[in-house]
């Protein structure tokens, strides 16, 4: 791992991770990383060497200009920044990379090594994935956890999955086994609509991710942009018959199995949610 600057002195840090890949349906993922460093101002402190991880036949480098007319290549690979939230009581360590294509457990010690030397406290992985569900209700953002006492305070589930896992997954086992707290929020993306970007998945994932991080994400015109969204699938909804009334049955469905979410406690930590939002900072 290169580290091209000294890290800052960090103050109780939480590492959020998300990968390009397989665990990224419409870049869901990736894109609340890059939103949170739009949001805030990043500063590098440490970049994964890409030799060892990533087949450049599958993820090409970048050739470019600089403004001085200098031609710079860059190489793909994963990096390591640290944020300082706005009014918030700690740091951020985020990573924003792709999903290496080799030597997965090497690749995750590394992660694993800088979250220790970063002295980072709490560990969440962000993914998304393709599911049965209608884009004109909530995107389900599904939290996990390996941690019984994590899963008791935060209110995580216990993660029952079995079957093929990505880098997501090796994370998530390689941090439990260096008994680093690590949870895993994962946002429901409508198949039908896979095509990136999906700012109503990012918006579900951040609004979880606030939670983890104890601290507000502002979230610009991600609210706009996620209305118009869904504005432009019902369009596409109404000119096909079939869509549409699969959309119906997939609402049939959400409701009758999901009404816990209208429940007092959810309405409740909405609007606890959209007045942090509209307190100003301090």
Known sequence: MRDPELAPELVDPIMVTAFEGWND??????????????????????????????????????????????????????????????????????????EPNMRWRQFCAELVHAADAFGVQLVVVLGALLADTPHTRPIPVTGT??????????????????G?????????????????????????????????????AMLALIGRLEDMIETTVPVGDLVEQSRAWERGVDELAREDTEIAEYVVALEEARDTSELPEASGEAIAREFERYLKRRRPPD
Not at 53 to 80: A, C, F, K, M, S
Not at 148 to 160: C, G, I
Not at 169 to 194: I, K, M, N, T
């Open 164 to 200: 093929p896992t990505g880098i997501n997954g090796v994370l998530q086992d390689a941090c439990s086994e260096a008994d680093l707290p690590c949870v895993s929020l994962w946002a429901a993306v409508p198949h039908y609509v896979a095509q990136p970007p999906c700012p109503k």
């Open 145 to 162: 956890t390996s941690d019984n006492r994590l899963a008791s305070v935060l209110e995580l589930e216990q993660s029952r999955y079995e």
């Open 25 to 98: 349906a419409a870049e869901s993922a990736s894109g609340v990383v890059e939103h949170l460093l739009d949001a805030w101002e990043p500063h590098q402190i440490a970049e994964i060497d890409p030799e060892d991880y990533y087949d450049y036949q599958v993820n090409r480098p970048l050739v470019g200009v600089t403004d001085e007319g200098v031609r710079t290549i860059t190489w793909p690979t994963t990096r390591i920044y640290a944020v300082r939230p706005s009014g918030s009581r700690r740091d951020l360590v985020i990573v924003r990379g792709l």
